[in-house]
């Protein structure tokens, strides 16, 4: 039974690699889908964040590039790290440098589990949040 899940594990990883970037410049709401599933950003070629949503849309890019610090993740990594210096700087960082893939995945569970594992491979620049 482990080597299946391992086996689907890789696949998906596989299946997210192969995904068409979508770069943050050219984001529209109408170029993303309204599903669930897993996302990788990626900035200045190299994996930044690793997420997961019930709507990848409202999370890609009303949370992530138009919303606040209170609801996107990244730019308060971005700003607190010091990499940005607050999100209007972090928006136009993620429109020059940033893209993103993602795969589709309904389950919530799997959402989680992919997202941990791709966390793992990939080792993103932001996403692992502090332990409580």
Do not use: D, E, S, W
């Given at each position: 039974m482990k080597s299946k899940w391992k086996q689907f594990l890789r696949r998906r990883l596989r299946a997210l690699r192969k995904q068409?970037?979508?770069?943050?410049?050219n984001m529209t709401p109408a170029k993303i889908p309204k599903r669930a599933g897993v996302?990788?950003?990626?900035?200045?070629?190299?994996?930044?964040?690793v997420g997961r949503s019930k709507n990848?849309?409202?999370?890609?890019?009303?949370?992530?590039l138009m919303g606040s610090l209170a609801n996107a993740r990244l730019?308060?990594?971005l700003c607190t790290s010091g990499e940005c210096a607050d999100p209007e700087d972090a928006k136009r960082f993620?429109?020059?440098y940033a893209s993103v893939q993602w795969i589709d995945e309904k389950d919530?569970?799997?959402?989680g589990a992919l997202e941990g594992y791709f966390t793992a491979?990939?080792?993103p620049k932001y996403?692992?949040?502090e332990e409580h």
């Open positions: 068409p970037a979508l770069a943050f410049k996302y990788l950003i990626r900035a200045k070629g190299k994996p930044y964040y990848l849309c409202r999370r890609l890019y009303t949370n992530h730019k308060k990594y993620l429109q020059k919530m569970r799997t959402r491979v990939l080792f996403g692992i949040a």
